[in-house]
């Protein structure tokens, strides 16, 4: 009687169950990303690691951040830790290269290795859908103010943090969330 009560809820209330050993993903991960190269990622991939989102441009006064995140990846990657760098010419108009000109120059100036993506718009008309969910998130909500803002994204695809542009990916803020981040299951 339970079962046929159960089932009978479930037709009714149109609700979707997961098959066994399935993971539903967050939405900060149910997005679909062109790489810097072009390639479509499905950010579902990041699943079940911490991800730090960041806007990024080549001519902005925090542009040298470059450096600490890519310190960051190289410190943390092994152990779980995924950057992902999207360029945005929203904010002064200080990333106005080519995809193939941002990637060269991240090489070539800061060893870039972490993960890019193609140049979107992460904040009014024209707003990437996955900047659309991050700046409207219920505990991180409001718009992207500049270029080097991050985002963290837990192991269970959960925005769990946020910092403005002024504060270093070496700081204490950052090192401790994502250290948290890691030693956590989710």
């Excluded at 900060?28 to 730090?52: C, E, Q, W």
């Excluded at 995140?69 to 995924?82: F, R, V």
């Excluded at 999207?86 to 800061?110: H, L, M, R, T, V």
Aim: aromatic share 10%; charged share 20%; proline share 5%.
């Amino acid at each position: 009687m339970k079962l046929l009560t159960a089932l009978a809820l479930t037709v009714l209330t149109g609700a979707q169950t997961q098959p066994s050993g399935v993971t539903k993903v967050s939405a900060a991960l149910n997005f679909t990303m062109n790489s810097i190269d072009g390639r479509p990622i499905d950010l579902s991939k990041y699943h079940g690691r911490v991800v730090l989102m960041v806007n990024v441009a080549s001519q902005c006064g925090y542009t040298p951040q470059y450096a600490g995140l890519e310190e960051l990846y190289k410190k943390y990657a092994a152990n779980g830790l995924s950057i992902l760098g999207f360029p945005s010419n929203d904010f002064g108009a200080q990333e106005p290269g080519s995809d193939a000109e941002i990637a060269q120059f991240c090489k070539q100036n800061y060893g870039v290795e972490f993960d890019m993506f193609s140049k979107i718009v992460v904040r009014g008309p024209g707003q990437a859908p996955l900047y659309k969910y991050l700046t409207t998130h219920p505990k991180f909500s409001g718009q992207v103010d500049w270029n080097f803002e991050k985002f963290l994204v837990g192991r269970n695809g959960e925005v769990i943090g946020r910092f403005k542009s002024e504060i270093e990916p070496s700081s204490k803020q950052i090192l401790s969330a994502i250290e948290n981040a890691l030693a956590s299951k989710q």
